[in-house]
Structures are given as C-alpha cells and as structure tokens.
C-alpha cells in the first residue's frame, strides 16, 4: 500500500513541476528541461517520503537538500566566479543546478536505494552537461556542485530499510564503501 502512494507521489511531483512551474519554461540561454531536474529531482525524494510515510525520511531530506543549496549559495558569494558565457553574474561557482539535482539524486539513492536513484542520477548528469553546454558553467563548477549535493546526502541520510546499510567509510588511510546485510 505505501510503495502504491510512493508512486502516485513521484506522478505528482512530476506533473506539478512540469505543468505549473514558471521554472519548466525557462528563459533565454536555459534549457527547459534542465531547469525543471534541478527542482523536480529533489522534490522527487520529498514526494517518496511523504507517500510512504517515512517522516525520519522526510526530515533527513530537509537537512540534506537544504544543507547542500545552503553550501552552494555561501560558495558563490564566497568564490565570486564569473560565468563562461560573459554575464556580469559571479554566481558560477558551485553549480547550484548540480547542487539540487545531485542532492535529490543522492538522498533517493541513500534513502531508497538505487531503483529509485538509477533514472534521477540519469536527470542529474543531463542537467550538469545541460549547463556546461548553455555556457552557463564551467565544468569544474558542475562538478563540485554535484560533489556538495552529493556530499550533503550521504552526511545525512539513512537507508529506509533496516535490513540492508550502505554507506561510506574512511579514515586517515582507508576510503572504501560498506554494506551491511542483516539476514
């Protein structure tokens, strides 16, 4: 019963997003599409969580996305990076494009597992390329906004389910992933 609201939650997301969103329609040099990943994305992971009731769920996505646009927003003013197509804007860096869809992308995949993150990686990575290609972006800045959205999943994330545990470790000489199964 709760994956069925799962779904009808994702099919909302989806439909609100690109229907009603003056964001979807984007604007001269955006690709529409791109700019409807960056939010549908993450509002993908709330969508997930609030169909299947997962209220620890929902709060570890409101720590994780909003601990990632919060990164990204102190790295621009920081930085002050010009963008590569001439604007005034000093915003490049870190992509918060990146940053959004990557966060919603690793917390699905914390959270859920990788069915459900298989196709928003796949939306992530499109809206990275997207900006580079606008001239939006530098590479380097899609890349270390996927590296803040990504990061600020996994600092505070859980699987959903208690069965299986996969995660990052590390120490001062070791990086490596973990996998517990409880079976």
């Known amino acids: 019963m709760k994956l069925a609201w799962a779904k009808q939650g994702l099919l909302l997301a989806f439909l609100l997003s690109t229907t009603c969103s003056t964001v979807a329609l984007g604007g001269e040099g955006n690709d529409p599409l791109s700019d409807t990943f960056r939010w549908l994305i993450p509002a993908s992971g709330l969508a997930a969580t609030l169909g299947l009731q997962d209220w620890e769920g929902a709060k570890q996505w409101g720590y994780s996305v909003g601990s990632g646009q919060l990164a990204t927003e102190v790295l621009k003013e920081v930085v002050g990076e010009h963008r590569p197509n001439g604007s005034s804007s000093t915003k490049s860096f870190p992509s918060g494009h990146a940053s959004g869809a990557f966060s919603g992308a690793a917390f699905l995949q914390q959270r859920y597992g990788w069915r459900y993150a298989l196709p928003a990686y796949l939306g992530a990575a499109y809206t990275g390329w997207s900006r580079v290609d606008l001239g939006r972006h530098y590479p380097h800045d899609v890349y270390a906004g996927a590296a803040v ?35």
């Open 149 to 183: 959205g990504i990061l600020s999943s996994y600092l505070f994330t859980t699987p959903y389910d208690d069965d299986v545990d996969v995660g990052l470790f590390y120490d001062q000489e070791t990086i490596g992933i973990k996998i517990n199964w409880k079976w």
